[in-house]
Each structure stands twice: as C-alpha cells, then as structure tokens.
C-alpha cells in the first residue's frame, strides 16, 4: 500500500487536484457540474489525451513531436475526404491510421537515420504536414462528412457514453500495455535514460525510437478522425497549437521533458485537468485573455509541485527510516 | 600540528542507508591526508558534508577549532574550501580564463568583462603552476589533465585553504599525474591542507602524510604512511588479507589451437591503423598502452560501436557483421565500456531491467515481457556476481562504482556471448569488488569464454592475463606471452622508448 503511494504520488496528487478544481468551480458555478458540461470536458480531454498519450511515448525517449497539431489537421482532411467520396468510414479509418503512422515514422527517419535534433526535426515537418493539408483540401474545409462515418467514430452507445471515449480508453490502455509489459516499452525508458548504452547492449536503437515516433502519431489519427466526427467537417486549420496542448497534458501528469519518466495515466489525468480548466473558465465567464494566463500558470504551478514533490519523497524517506530505525542497507552511494 | 579539521561523531542517514556511523578524526594544517576505504565505505559522503553539499544527520565538523554549518557549496567555498571534482565541470566552449573566473569575473566600465586583465592574471597562474597551455585556450580543447590544472588554479585564486581532490589520477596520463603531483606538493609548500581520495596505494604511498582508512561508514584508523605497509593499509580497508590480489587462481585454460577472434589490418577514423591479432579460446588477452594509446577505440571498432576504415574481423572463422553493436551481440561480442555512468548502465532503470537490456528477448512471452522471469534472470545472476544488494527492484544510479559494474557484467552474463571485450573493467573500483571481478573473469574462462581487457595498470594486466599486446599512438608495437612479461620492457614499449618491433 505504501510502495502503491509512494509509486503513483504524481498520478494521486493529479487526482487530488482535479477533484479539487471540480468542487471549487461546482460550488461558485453549479452548472460546471451539469452533464452536458462533464460531457464537453471530457470531449475536449479526449483530443488532448489521445494527442498527448501519444507524446509521451516519445518524449520518454529524449525526444519531442511538435507535428502533432499539423497531423491532426492532416489526417483529418484527408479522412474526411475519403468519407465525403464514398470510402466505407471502416477502410477510411484504417487508411487514417495508417497514414498517420507513417508521417511519424517519417519523423522517426528524419531523427535517428539522418541524425536531426527531434526539436528541429518535427518543427519541420509541422510547417510541412500543415502545407500538405493545406494542399489536399486547397485551403478551404472539407464539408460534409457523412453521418454513418460520425456514428462510427462518435455515436452515442449508452447515454453520456459515446464512442470516442472508448477510443480514447482503448488507446490508453494500448499504450499503458506498450510502456509497461513490452521490449519496445523497456527499450524506451532505456533510451530516454541513457541512449548510448542501450545501443552498446545491442539494442537497434534507431528501429524502436523510430517505430515509437509512428506509434505515438497513431494517437493524434484517432484524436484527428474522432474531431471531423464531431465537427462533420475536416478543417485544414484546425489543431494549432494543440501540441502545447498535449505536452501540458504530459507535463502536468509527470512526464519529464528530459526523458525516461512518464506514464498513460498521468498524461490521462493531466488531460482532464487542462480540459476541465478550460471548460470551467469558460463557464466562469473569465476573458479569453486571462484564460491564456490561468492555464499557463497550472502548466507552471504543476511542474513546481513535482520538484517539491521529489523534495519532500527524498525527506520523508528520510524520517521513515529513523523512525523505523532500520539502516540495514549499506550499499548505495557513497 | 593542531587539529585543524576536526570530524566529530559525524553521522549521516539517506534513505535506505546509513553512509557514516560515528566517524571521528582530524585533519593537520597543511598535510596531505588521504581518504581510502573500499566503494561504498563514505569517502564522497564525508567529502560532502566537509563541502556543504550535505549536511551531517548527527555530529559537528570543526575548521579552527570552530565550528562549521555550510548550507550549500557555495558557502564553503566562500570559506576557502574547494572541491576539485571527479567529474570535471567545466564549460567547454568558455576559454580557460573565463573558466577560472566563473563567477568572479574582473568588470571595467561597471559592466564590461576585463578580458585583457582575465588572461593575464590566470595566465601568471598557470605559469605559477607549471602548465604549458595557454589562458586563451578553449576549455574543450584540453586534455582532462589540464582540466583539472584549471580547477586547481581556480581553486588558488580564490585562495582556497583546504583542497580536497576525489580520484584526481582516474583519467590521467603518467605525464600528467607527474605533473599534478608537482602541484600538490607545491600547495602542500604554501600551507594548503590537502585531502586526497584514490584507490590507487601507491600514489598514496607516495604523496601523503596521513591516510585515514572508513570502511562500510565506519571509522577503522589514521594511518601515518611513513611507518605502514601496503599490505597494513589494504587489511584495515577490506577488513582481510588480499595478498593474492590481481592474480590468477585458477588453472590456465588457453587453447592455442583454436582462435576465436581474428583481426586483420584494422584501422578506423581515430587514427589507429594496421591492427592484427588474435584471440584464442579461453584466452585473457590485454591490451596494454598509455591514455590515446587508442585501445578503447580500436575496441568500438570491432564492437561496431564506431566504424571501420579497413580491415577484416572472423569469428570463429567466419567474417563478423560488426555493422552495428546490435549485429556484433547478436554473432556473441559483448562489450563493457570504461565509461560506466555514460555508456555502462541506464540511469533510470532498476537492476533487473539494466540486466535484462542486452537479453531481453529471452524473458518475453510472446508480445509481453515477463515480468517474473525476467527478475528470476537478475536475481540468479546477481548472485553469481556477488551483487549487493542483489534486488531487482533497486535503482542502478544508486549502487557504489563497483557494483554497477557488477550488474554490467551481470547483463553481459545473461547473454551468450563467447567474446566479452572489458575496457579498463576495474577503473574506479575499490579492492574488494576488484578480486570479485578478477574471479568471475576467470569464471567466465571456466565456461568457454574469452577475454579482451583494456587496461592501464600494469599490475592488472600482468596479474590478470595469457597474453599482453601494446599499443602506441594507434599502432601495435609490441606482443607479450606471459612467460615474457617484464615490467620494465612493456612500459618502456607503451612510453615510446623502443623502436617498434615487427610482432607477427
């Protein structure tokens, strides 16, 4: 139970503070509570966590994918182009996924086989995969996207209950499944921590940063398909910026931007937060200005706790031990 | 001589460990007083609380018979006690001057940096301290030797009192720690008092007044060098007798009939060129050379962790992919890096995922890895390597140098691999984990394996191996057997004092 604390104390105090946040904007504001509020946090988490599930994968690596706002542009109006000329939605989506992974396979190629800074890299190729859509779709939206591609993607099955969160849930745990259970999850974290060593272990470490870049994209192909299922529309400017978006998420959850440390269901938390915010300072009637202050401010606020956090974990161990009177242990540093 | 530092009942707990216990003794004005003791003995962590670093759990530090509290280095220092680091921070693209004034930089005009002033004060320094580089060279471009000099300097111009020096000789050439040992002496003159950590006997035969010996966070004695033997020393650190230390214990089991490896005209963009040679089975062979002899490069080369220029490799007859590290562990090389923090184990991982990170696909159960299997793996093998603690969930960044390096040498048990190339596998380890290692390498004999050793200590290399092969400035220049080992010959071959030899 205590090793459970001690393991998940990023993922509890996320909990602790959303739980928070949802009295507090209850109590000054009940309708943030009604269920068609709940219903529009979780849509809007469900975008930001599929992007951000994805990144995390990659920025436990070392790296970072700033294209994930391009690609859901992308995939979106490429998708809502096959749907809008007759592609069964079943094949579209599997075409959708599929290019989305290789846009970030083609991150991935830019990165390990010709050696650029992922920063670099993905600022890149955010300028082109934004030009593609742009392209595709000669600048103007992709209209209508036909009901049967939206009650696929997006249909409610129970009431409140619609199919982009399980989507969203399915991915989660794909990606929970990938980082924990699985060599290329192992192989990530190694990465992250010490590159150079897992390569001198015998590790292809090009292949799995490579393949992790196109899983990670898979995310944002679902976050893409799912949002012209709600919109009805493939907007080929839309998603700018959302990768700031699933960074916080990330960050908020725990993930280190130095890589090697992050988890799904911190990013999955992180997600709700940052959309539950922003949904309650709209509620609140707060000015879009101060919307911008007020989250950025969380996205700060949140990455100081975790360096308290580690402050106090590294103190309180301390205390434990005395009090326990236990110092069996002598090796370690010395 | 008065008590100048005095260590009072000094206590200090982290989680999970109590790194000092009691530990009591006192520093002289102006000797050199050495800190030995086995890793994991509390050498750093005393070295710590004396700089601020942390802060002691019990007990006081005295300087002057007053006492002393730093909250941070910073404060130390402003007292005149500097740390010179093991790891060298220094910022490579700043020039030496710049470094040196870090933080005390000379301003004109209120905001203007004084470079002209810069260089020519720390230039006098230097000049002072013997060094023949120049202040107006970028720090990158110096050896880590020089570096050091640099943080010397630094630490006389802001008029250190107390010196202390963590494994100052690690990454130094012979040259060199003639030369830092110069420096020592002439602070040493000046009235500094120095504290010197290494785990090298003879350089503190050599240099110190006093050695105080910790062993596991205990205080064990203050030894004056003068009146004690090397033998004395190593009993009170390891707590028995290792007088069969760096030998080989068990039978020879080369067989000269059967080569492993074979090299042929190997050369590499490092600058090394004409490499021959070959490994037989159940063979250590070592490579003997002084620092940029490039042993180590030669090593990545046939470990395809950097590429080739030219030449042949066969394993066991056939030629080798040594492509990439991947392709080599797969034919069964496997090397072990002498940069451990850097290239040896992953900072983030427990000890049964660093163990498992070369064999991974042995524990897997279809897609998944297994879990049980996995930490099963690591707990039978880090028995085997006498892995303290041997728990699979412990962080490896963590664990002292020498048990790090056993759980390298644990991943590397985990693979099959017949050729297992160890470059420099004992630097930075103390004596105890030393035997241990030396006695699984001749385990590893034992089980069909061969052995290439990079090593730098001539007592290592002479102690440990069938065969000794010297490199020079990126060639090899001379071939040893082992009834041919001659001390002064092999460094004589490895300085440049003979012409080379035709060796094949």
């Known amino acids: 139970m205590k090793k459970f604390f001690k393991d998940n104390s990023r993922e509890l105090s996320v909990v602790v503070a959303i739980v928070i946040m949802f009295v507090a904007f209850g109590i000054i504001q009940p309708i943030y509570l009604s269920a068609n509020n709940i219903r529009d946090i979780i849509e809007q988490a469900t975008i930001y966590g599929l992007m951000g599930i994805g990144i995390t994968g990659v920025i436990i690596t070392g790296g970072i994918d700033l294209s994930v706002g391009s690609v859901l542009a992308l995939v979106g109006a490429v998708v809502a182009q096959m749907t809008v000329a007759g592609v069964p939605p079943v094949i579209s989506i599997i075409i959708g996924l599929a290019f989305g992974f290789t846009l970030g396979i083609f991150n991935g190629i830019l990165i390990t086989k010709f050696g650029l800074q992922p920063f670099i890299a993905t600022m890149g190729t955010m300028a082109i995969y934004r030009g593609l859509a742009y392209v595709v779709t000669k600048g103007y939206p992709v209209l209508g996207v036909p009901d049967t591609y939206r009650k696929l993607v997006d249909g409610e099955i129970l009431p409140y209950l619609r199919v982009s969160v399980i989507l969203f849930f399915l991915f989660a745990v794909l990606m929970y499944i990938i980082l924990k259970k699985t060599k290329l999850g192992t192989y990530v974290h190694a990465i992250g921590g010490n590159e150079e060593a897992t390569r001198l272990s015998g590790v292809k470490v090009n292949k799995y940063k490579t393949l992790i870049y196109g899983i990670a994209m898979l995310g944002t192909a679902l976050a893409a398909m799912i949002q012209i299922g709600k919109l009805g529309t493939g907007d080929p400017t839309t998603g700018q910026g959302y990768e700031l978006n699933a960074i916080a998420a990330a960050a908020i959850g725990g993930t280190s931007m130095a890589g090697g440390r992050g988890t799904v269901l911190g990013t999955v938390l992180g997600a709700i937060l940052f959309a539950g915010l922003k949904v309650g300072l709209i509620v609140m009637g707060v000015d879009t200005f101060y919307q911008y202050i007020a989250t950025g401010l969380v996205i700060v606020i949140a990455s100081y706790i975790e360096v308290v956090q580690t402050q106090i974990s590294n103190k309180t161990g301390l205390l434990m031990k005395i009090f326990s009177g236990k110092s069996s242990n002598k090796s370690g540093n010395a | ?504």
């Open chain 2, 1 to 504: 001589m008065e008590d100048y530092i005095k260590f009072q009942n000094i206590t200090k707990i982290f989680p999970g460990q109590r790194a000092l216990n009691d530990v009591s003794f006192h520093i002289c004005k102006g000797e050199i007083h050495a800190l030995i003791g086995e890793n994991g003995a509390g050498k750093s962590t005393l070295l710590n609380i004396l700089h601020g670093m942390f802060s002691a759990t019990k007990g006081k530090v005295f300087i002057n018979s007053e006492e002393v509290k730093f909250t941070s280095a910073f404060e130390a220092i402003q007292k005149g006690i500097v740390k010179v680091h093991q790891e060298i921070n220094a910022i490579p693209e700043l020039t030496v001057a710049e470094n040196l004034m870090l933080g005390n930089e000379i301003i004109k005009c209120g905001f203007i940096l004084n470079k002209d002033q810069m260089i020519k004060e720390t230039q006098e320094l230097l000049d002072k301290l013997g060094c023949n580089f120049s202040a107006k060279e970028k720090m990158k471009n110096l050896s880590t030797g020089k570096k050091q000099m640099v943080q010397i300097a630094k630490a006389l111009y802001i008029n250190a009192k107390i010196i202390s020096l963590d494994e100052p000789t690690a990454s130094l050439s012979d040259g060199e720690v003639r030369i830092l040992f110069k420096i020592i002496n002439e602070l040493k003159a000046n009235g500094i008092t120095i504290l010197y950590i290494s785990h090298k006997l003879d350089e503190i035969f050599e240099l110190c007044d006093r050695a105080t010996v910790l062993r596991d966070g205990e205080y064990i004695a203050t030894l004056n060098i003068k009146q004690t033997t090397e033998d004395e020393l190593i009993r009170s650190m390891v707590g028995r007798d290792v007088s069969m230390f760096g030998q080989r214990i068990k039978p020879f089991r080369v067989e000269k009939d059967k080569t492993v490896l074979k090299i042929e005209s190997l050369s590499g963009t490092a600058g090394f060129k004409n490499i021959n040679f070959e490994l037989k089975k159940g063979e250590i062979l070592c490579f003997f050379g002084l620092v940029g002899a490039m042993r180590t490069e030669v090593m990545r080369a046939i470990f395809g962790a950097d590429h080739a220029t030219g030449g042949m490799i066969y394993l066991n007859g056939n030629t080798l992919d040594n492509s990439s590290p991947s392709a080599c562990v797969k034919e069964g090389i496997g090397l072990i890096s002498e940069n451990r923090k850097e290239e040896g184990f992953v900072k983030n991982l427990t000890n049964s995922d660093n163990i498992a990170l070369a064999s991974i696909q042995n524990y897997m159960n279809g897609f998944f890895v297994n879990r049980r299997l996995k930490e099963k793996n690591a707990v039978r093998v880090g028995e085997k390597v006498k892995l303290n603690p041997n728990n699979p969930d412990f962080m490896t960044s963590n664990l002292s140098g020498g048990n790090a390096q056993k759980v390298i040498l644990a991943k590397w048990l985990s693979t099959n691999v017949d050729v297992l190339i160890m470059d420099e596998p004992t630097k930075g380890i103390d004596i105890g984990a030393k035997a241990e290692i030396y006695k699984l390498m001749e385990d590893l004999l034992e089980e069909g394996k061969s052995i290439i050793m990079v090593s730098s200590e001539l007592t290592e290399a002479m102690g440990m191996s069938d065969r000794i092969i010297v490199m020079r400035e990126g060639v090899i220049v001379a071939e040893f057997n082992r009834d041919e080992f001659a001390e002064e010959r092999i460094i004589t071959y490895a300085v440049g004092g003979m012409k080379n030899e035709e060796v094949f």
